[in-house]
């Protein structure tokens, strides 16, 4: 165990809805980053939080947005869905996002759009 | 921007034999290199870093990667291949600003009995 909480750990819905998507951090990580795992795309990292603000981005949609509160967990709001944003969502977290530091990763949350 | 390339979907090994899964990475700079492991259904879990120092880093699991700087690779090792090391192998470098991982393609091991 990551000790990396993501929530729901399973997410079905339709095309042009709205999800959130939740991460608890380790206790005492500071930086959060969002993964998007799809089989023709890979690992993309999407986003990263320290301690409340954006500190990098990746290759995230308009349509997607995120945010870190002020208890740290973090959430990924995907909205106007696609079928193509079927994917395996990842959370991860680290101390303090420093260089070299080593990411813990949760177990993911699997969305399907139908 | 920094990379790591993959060249393997998938490699095969005979349990009780070595196994090498390879990695190569393009960087500005100094490379802060890792790899992960994601078992099926799971997160991916850490298995060892380079950041500097000796070329031949230990990590779980009885997992070692050699960093070898005139080939620009970071090739994950291990002397003796177990049926359990069936899994997915991720290569990552670490970004330059932010510090998020970039991760390669991904190289799925399977290990027979």
């Known amino acids: 165990d990551s000790g990396v909480t993501q929530t729901p750990k399973h997410l079905i819905t339709a095309t042009g809805q709205r999800v959130t998507l939740r991460c608890s951090p380790r206790s005492g990580d500071l930086s959060v980053y969002w993964y998007q795992q799809s089989l023709d795309q890979g690992l993309q990292f999407l986003i990263q939080y320290y301690n409340g603000e954006e500190r990098a981005k990746g290759n995230i949609l308009e349509r997607f947005s995120a945010q870190q509160f002020p208890d740290l967990h973090s959430e990924l709001n995907l909205s106007s869905l696609e079928l193509g944003d079927s994917a395996l969502y990842f959370c991860?977290?680290?101390?303090?996002?420093?260089?070299?530091?080593?990411?813990?990763f949760g177990s993911g949350t699997q969305l399907s759009v139908l | 921007a920094q990379s790591v390339a993959q060249p393997e979907d998938q490699v095969n090994v005979a349990e009780g034999n070595p196994l090498t899964v390879k990695c190569t990475y393009s960087v500005s700079g100094n490379p802060y290199l890792f790899w992960y492991v994601q078992y099926p259904n799971r997160g991916l879990q850490f298995l060892l870093k380079y950041i500097t120092g000796d070329n031949l880093v230990k990590g779980s699991y009885g997992f070692e990667a050699e960093f070898n700087k005139s080939q620009t690779s970071f090739h994950l090792k291990k002397p003796s291949a177990l049926v359990s090391d069936s899994a997915l192998y991720f290569c990552?470098?670490?970004?330059?600003?932010?510090?998020?991982?970039?991760f390669g393609k991904g190289t799925s091991l399977l290990v027979t009995p």
């Open positions: 990552a470098v670490m970004q330059d600003s932010g510090y998020a991982l970039n």
């Open positions: 991860a977290s680290s101390v303090e996002g420093q260089i070299g530091e080593k990411l813990f």
